[in-house]
């Protein structure tokens, strides 16, 4: 059974500070993995996609990599801001439930301090 | 931009009221999802739907119902609204047929139900 675990739980950084978000997952067999935000009492908005093929994905100060062999991911976020400050997800696609039941992880709690 | 949107942001039930909470999203997606969130648990899929009148059963359906009519959107229905069903919902869509690979899942702003 895939289960996604994240690591740590909770981090708090000084603003400008690079920092990297752990993901990892149990079994390979995944269609693609996805990087989610959460704000407090709002729903998730997709920040990167990698499909299983893929290596890594960038957006802006964002860069996500997958190493599907080993069942890790990293988001590696570039000179934070309090605005990023918000749970982070990640979730993978299993290839044997059809891609349709995404499991996720329970998330890390980011906190970016001015 | 896809959109998702739950029609309602927070919701005050009684105990064994019928709820039903709406689901629109604007991008022609096939598959859309309800979800529900609640602390230590994470999100828990409830049903999914890949086509129009098409749904199954996610890991969770005890007590809900679903439909979908249109393809745009996707109800989540509580026959009976129960205590325990206190709980942040989340719905969700996203591209792909059948196999519902590879595809970015995009989703709406939660909707809060306390029931009483």
């Known amino acids: 059974k895939q289960e996604v675990t994240q690591i740590p739980a909770a981090l708090s950084v000084p603003e400008g500070e690079n920092l990297v978000l752990n993901c990892s997952f149990t079994d390979s067999a995944i269609y693609n993995l996805q990087w989610f935000r959460q704000d407090p009492g709002k729903g998730l908005t997709s920040l990167l996609l990698?499909?299983?093929?893929?290596r890594e994905q960038t957006s802006g100060r964002l860069n996500a990599s997958l190493d599907k062999s080993s069942g890790r991911s990293t988001l590696y976020i570039a000179a934070s801001q309090p605005g990023d400050s918000a749970t982070y997800l990640c979730a993978v696609q299993p290839t044997t439930t059809g891609g349709f039941k995404t499991i996720f992880g329970a998330g890390t709690r980011l906190f970016v301090k001015a | 931009d896809v959109k998702v949107t739950q029609s309602s942001r927070y919701l005050v039930k009684r105990t064994g009221e019928k709820v039903f909470l709406e689901c629109v999203q604007d991008m022609d997606h096939e598959n859309m999802f309800w979800y529900r969130q609640d602390p230590g648990l994470g999100l828990r899929l409830i049903y999914f739907s890949y086509d129009v009148k098409m749904k199954e059963k996610g890991d969770i359906p005890e007590g809900y119902s679903v439909s979908r009519e249109k393809k745009e959107r996707f109800s989540l229905i509580l026959e009976s609204a129960s205590t325990n069903q206190t709980s942040m919902y989340l719905c969700?869509?996203?591209?792909?047929?059948?196999?519902?690979?590879?595809?970015?899942?995009?989703f709406g702003e939660g909707s809060w139900l306390t029931v009483v």
């Open positions: 990698i499909q299983s093929s893929q």
């Open positions: 969700a869509s996203s591209l792909g047929g059948l196999t519902g690979s590879g595809n970015t899942i995009y």
